[in-house]
């Protein structure tokens, strides 16, 4: 199984990729410092299961989860215990509070293991069905609420570890990925438009060329929308004659 070692402290990994030793199924085949290294790592490496440091410079271990796309299976490793309710709520396997002992250890990587070795869920089982455009969707920011169409929402945004919608003048923010709605919505009618950002093609107001072919949105009542080079490739093909 190929780790990725993900922690500000150099001491930390060092401790952490000593323990491993003791776990041959274990390959440690790279480490990262901050998010943004971790994210090119993960790209990079492909490992399959993420040791995630909470506390980080920039961005949070949640706010690194919350960016990707496709995420390996991962174990938290941190010296605060709040945390671990909204760990477990994001899928963690385990939530390990250093200083780390190798039974604790021992533990977490054998859920990774079960995990790992576990069946595939069927595609009707692994995700619910897409909602419609007709639908209307419970939202909750603090102490308001809002029941909207899904009709009405221009677009989902990550903001830190939690995804801003934009409906009407409202920007409440929901305790879910990208990678949660996208399997919720219709594909016909929301598009990824990047790492960051799902739009609503029906409040497209124009379209124009942008950098290294790529394109620039502009959403009816805003905001414009960059998408990456690779979605804009797909867009040009979904949405082409």
């Known amino acids: 199984m190929n780790a990725l070692l993900v922690d500000d402290s150099r001491l930390a990994r060092t401790e952490l990729r000593h323990l491993l030793q003791a776990f041959p199924e274990v390959v440690v085949v790279g480490e990262a410092r901050h998010a943004a290294e971790a994210r090119q ?13 909470i506390h980080m410079p920039g961005e949070t271990g949640f706010e690194l989860l919350a960016s990707l796309e496709a995420a390996p299976q991962v174990i938290f490793t941190t010296a605060y215990d709040e945390y671990a309710l909204r760990a477990f709520e994001v899928n963690a396997l385990d939530y390990l509070l250093k200083p780390i002992s190798e039974a604790r250890l021992a533990a977490a990587l054998e859920k990774a293991g079960t995990q790992r070795l576990a069946p595939a869920m069927p595609p009707e089982e692994a995700t619910p ?19 909207v169409r899904l ?35 219709d594909p016909k009618v929301f598009f990824r438009a990047n ?35 690779k979605q804009s490739v797909l867009f040009r093909e979904l949405l082409s004659l």
């Open 41 to 53: 790592q993960i790209e990079q490496l492909r490992p399959e299961l993420l040791f995630l440091d």
């Open 129 to 147: 069905a897409p909602l419609s455009m007709q639908d209307q969707v419970f939202v909750k920011d603090g102490e308001r609420c809002w029941f």
């Open 151 to 185: 009709a009405d929402i221009r677009l989902f945004e990550i903001s830190g570890s939690y995804t801003q919608i934009y409906f009407e003048q409202h920007r409440p923010l929901i305790p879910r990925t990208l990678q949660h709605l996208e399997a919720r919505l």
């Open 195 to 229: 790492r960051q950002q799902i739009i609503n093609l029906k409040w497209i107001e124009s379209i124009e060329p942008w950098f290294s072919n790529t394109l620039k949105i502009k959403l009816r009542e805003g905001p414009e929308v960059e998408v990456s080079r």
